[in-house]
T-cell receptor, first 111, second 113 residues
Framework: SAVISQKPSRDICQRGTSLTIQCQVD?????MFWYRQQPGQSLTLIAT?????????ESGFVIDKFPISRPNLTFSTLTVSNMSPEDSSIYLC????????FGPGTRLTVL | KQEVTQIPAALSVPEGENLVLNCSFT??????LQWFRQDPGKGLTSLLL?????REQTSGRLNASLDKSSGRSTLYIAASQPGDSATYLC????????????FGQGTRLTINP
């Protein structure tokens, strides 16, 4: 079963800056997913990342704010751009598997 | 639009009790349902996965049931322990071609020694 790691595990950032979160999987996977969990809330899908094509974004999320890269079948990055305090959340990557598996998350605090 | 609801939002019980967590969903056309555990500030750990054709799944002290026609799932925890304290999330997958999971808000469980 896939083992997923994320970097950084947490970060505190200033308003207006950007942060890139990395997700590494120990096996090749077709689809990777990025979720956001705002404080006290459940998980919401940001986008689906396929290797070799542009990411597919869910309603309410746009590429300019959350650019995603998927250079190969084991790695993806999510950038949170021009951050505001409302972006303070846990960001989790996930892979399609039985069962669906999640990384440990990146806890982001924006001041 | 599929909506997933979990009741109660929080639950506190003494150690050793058996308990049931509830999950309901509005659209019965699901592919599968999954229960996760989340410890504070951490990622998600998968507990049980039930396919739409199944009625229940068991793992150790955990038993999850699925009644697709009524849009309900329950997670039964037997002989609860303080280490079971966490937030429990249910999520439905909408279809074979739909990769997205739709999550409930979670039940925050506290087991008191």
């Amino acid at each position: 079963s896939a083992v997923i790691s994320q970097k950084p595990s947490r970060d505190i950032c200033q308003r207006g800056t950007s942060l890139t979160i990395q997700c590494q999987v120990d096996s090749q996977v077709t689809m990777m997913f990025w979720y956001r969990q705002q404080p006290g809330q459940s998980l919401t899908l940001i986008a689906t990342a396929n290797q070799g094509s542009e990411a597919t974004y869910e309603s309410g999320f746009v590429i300019d704010k959350f650019p995603i890269s998927r250079p190969n079948l084991t790695f993806s990055t999510l950038t949170v751009s021009n951050m505001s305090p409302e972006d303070s959340s846990i960001y989790l990557c996930s892979v399609e598997a039985k069962p669906h598996r999640f990384g440990p998350g990146t806890r982001l605090t924006v001041l | 639009k599929q909506e997933v609801t979990q009741i109660p939002a929080a639950l506190s019980v003494p150690e050793g009790e058996n308990l049931v967590l509830n999950c309901s969903f509005t659209d019965s056309a699901i592919y599968n349902l999954q229960w996760f555990r989340q410890d504070p500030g951490k990622g998600l750990t998968s507990l049980l996965l039930i396919q739409s054709s199944q009625r229940e799944q068991t793992s150790g002290r955990l038993n999850a049931s699925l009644d697709k026609s009524s849009g309900r799932s329950t997670l039964y925890i037997a002989a609860s322990q303080p280490g079971d304290s966490a937030t429990y999330l249910c999520a439905v997958k909408l279809g074979w071609g739909a990769q997205k999971l739709v999550f409930g808000q979670g039940t925050r469980l506290t087991i008191n020694p």
